[in-house]
């Protein structure tokens, strides 16, 4: 199946392959493989799916839409 990880900050996307009946952490893992430099981001942001703030054991369905969320401060 293919998801849509979408970079809450920056506007980008990506797609990922992934296996029927995949977790969020399934995909995480696969995002890390594709792009190692956001091990860190992804450690300490959140995500939602479809507009839903999920738990990295949500499994996922084809064409989900996966918003990355990182950390944000302000005042």
Do not use: W, Y
Not at 16 to 24: K, W
Not at 48 to 63: F, I, Y
């Amino acid at each position: 199946m293919r998801v849509t990880v979408r970079f809450f900050i920056s506007g980008r996307e990506t797609e990922v392959e992934l296996h029927d009946a995949a977790t969020l952490d399934d995909c995480l893992k696969s995002l890390i493989q594709k792009f190692p430099e956001l091990e860190q981001m992804v450690k300490i942001s959140r995500f939602a799916v479809g507009g839903v703030s999920v738990l990295r054991t949500n499994v996922l369905s084809e064409n989900d839409v996966i918003t990355m969320i990182p950390p944000i401060s302000g005042g």
